[in-house]
């Protein structure tokens, strides 16, 4: 009885994290398409480009990830550019990392809120789940920018928190001051992995 007890225990620890915000990923089969969407980070400056954190993720996986960053991007660009990427690629899911040059431009974090939430539906309406990326603030400390637990509070999407802030602090794993190298990226790509595998995605 004893061993059964524990039993239980152990399976409700394990199942706890990833229902920390809501429901379970849906398993990715091999051949199911993963796309990376963002900005420099998810393009992957700094780095060679088989370096970027989407080619790593992908040869972790073994799954194919297509990696859709584009440098300089802000997010009501993002919102925009992203339904016609969504179409052309047609993933089984979205792992989302925008926001860095809205944060850097000190702009609004209603407006970036807002575009986040407008990605967020543009996945949800056709039908794939969603993955976010919380970016961190500017100044000395690597917390993250509220506006991204709070979105993934309320729209119930697994959210990588505490990991890109804690890279992109320390040196080692930094191509400059923004961007993190290829081992940062490496760093990276592992936490996303980790986090799909929590939700039971892969």
């Known amino acids: ?6 039993s239980l225990l152990l399976l409700l620890f394990l199942i706890l994290p990833a229902c920390e915000q809501g429901q379970q990923l849906t398993p990715l089969r091999p051949n199911d ?18 370096l970027s954190y989407p080619d790593q993720l992908a040869r972790l996986i073994g799954r194919p990830v297509v990696n859709s960053g584009k440098a300089g991007e802000l997010s009501d660009e993002g919102a925009r550019r992203l339904p016609t990427v969504l179409d052309e690629v047609k993933p089984q899911l979205l792992i989302l990392c925008h926001g860095g040059n ?9 407006q970036l809120k807002d575009n986040l939430r407008r990605m967020y539906e ?13 970016v961190p603030q500017l100044g000395i400390m690597a917390q993250d920018v509220p506006v991204y637990a709070e979105l993934a509070e309320e729209l119930k999407v697994p959210l990588l928190k505490d990991t890109l802030g804690e ?19 490496r760093k990276l790509a592992e936490a996303v992995a980790d986090l799909l595998q929590n939700y039971h995605a892969i």
Do not use: W
């Open 1 to 6: 009885m004893r061993q059964i007890i524990y």
């Open 33 to 50: 398409i993963i796309l990376a969407f963002g900005d420099s980070l998810t393009e992957g400056v700094g780095a060679a480009k088989e």
């Open 102 to 110: 809205d944060i850097l431009q000190k702009r609004d974090r209603k």
């Open 122 to 134: 543009a996945a949800n309406q056709r039908g794939i789940e969603v993955v976010m990326i919380a």
């Open 167 to 185: 890279l992109i602090f320390k040196r080692e794993y930094k191509s400059d001051m923004v961007h993190l190298n290829a081992k940062g990226y």
